[in-house]
């Protein structure tokens, strides 16, 4: 049995690529569900590599610290199978979650199809080493497996339960420790043992060549959680971009385009789905949110991706029946249950919509919303 330590620096590198892969796989989904099949297809493949490579990521980052008395290498093929067999569980999770309506039952499947997939991806790539052999104890095993599965579902429950930015943020928090948990409790319970007459034939990967792989992937990593942490930073000035979730204090409103002019109301507002065009009566649309040169419509408990922008929107449904709240938002006050006055905006609530609980009120749009909701 031989001598087995860490290298604390690669061990501390090891959990910053599983929180960095976390929050980029979660972040990239925010608003998904909400997309045509087709990006929403994109989405979550990016998202699945994300994760599911950052798994990969960690663990070898975290091999790289191990420190035994002889020398070790790994078979890439098998190498090669640990990081597929990561990306496609994953995605598996992430295909239930944005295809599948989101139910607890899905939310659940979901973080068991995570808190399984780290654990398998584990052991295979431990599967991998050569000239020498890991053993594994029935207790290490289990206790592997059992962190990975409570951390998983609640990292995915977390993350899901509701789409903001703190959420994604606690999620990231609870499937980087998973990650890592899985990793050093299932090491705890692994011994190495020399493999007496092996020799280093044929094509194997050594510790050098991994750690190159291993940077280029971690490079890769940074920068996709680089661009994607960029939507926690503030708008700069005179840049539109839709808020980061439903915020407590509303912002600041900025200029807005000049509707475009069109020559009648237009009772219908059309939707994308799944490659089709549908239409939803506007009177049961509770509120429109602007994203990008796009904007969600919110009805009920449902979300859905309507091609027209903010300000197409705004001209073409019927008058008095939207108001502009914010610069982001137009509601629609026969939904609205609830209006809180605050220093100098407000803010509106809807408490029998499932997808929306409430909308900010700008300064300048005070006095409209107040006039449509009769407080004026």
Known sequence: ???????????????????MAGFTGLSLTKGA??????????????????????????????????????????DPLITLISALVAILIVGVALLILHFLPR?????TLAGLC?????????????????????DYTLIGLLEAGAASILLGVAAIWIAYGERTYR????????????????????MYGTSFTAIEGASAGGPLI???????????????????????????????????????????????????????????????????????????????????????????LYRGAQKLFCP????????????????????SYLVNPAHVTGFERKKDNGVVFFDASGALEKVPVSRSRLQDVRLALGLV
């Open 1 to 19: 049995m031989l001598e087995v330590s860490h290298n604390g620096w690669l061990v501390a590198a090891s959990l910053a690529v599983a929180l």
């Open 308 to 327: 027209w922008s903010i300000s197409d929107a705004e001209a073409r449904l019927p008058k008095g029946r939207f108001v502009r709240a914010h610069r």
């Open 33 to 74: 569900s909400s997309l045509p099949a087709g990006p929403r297809k994109t989405r979550v493949a990016m998202a699945a590599v994300a994760l599911g490579g950052g798994i990969w990521a960690m663990h070898f980052v975290a091999m790289l610290g191990l420190q035994l008395p002889i020398l070790f290498y790994y």
């Open 114 to 134: 995570v808190g399984i997939g780290i654990p398998v991806m584990h052991y295979i790539g431990m599967s991998g080493m050569r000239l020498c052999q890991p």
């Open 206 to 296: 050594s510790n050098a060549t991994l750690a190159l792989i291993v940077a280029v992937i971690a490079f890769v990593i940074c920068g996709a959680f680089l661009l994607s942490s960029v939507t926690l930073l503030p708008a700069v000035e005179g840049q539109q971009r839709a808020p980061l979730a439903e915020p407590d204090h509303p912002l600041e409103e900025e200029p807005i385009p000049a509707p475009v002019e069109v020559t009648q109301d237009i009772k219908s507002v059309p939707y994308e789905l799944d490659g089709r065009t549908l239409f939803v009566d506007s009177q049961d649309v509770t509120a429109i949110r602007a994203e990008g040169h796009y904007t969600i």
């Open 167 to 186: 959420n994604i943020l606690l999620g990231t928090l609870f499937f980087g420790l998973a990650v890592f948990a899985v990793h050093f409790v299932a």
């Open 103 to 107: 139910s607890r039952r899905t939310i």
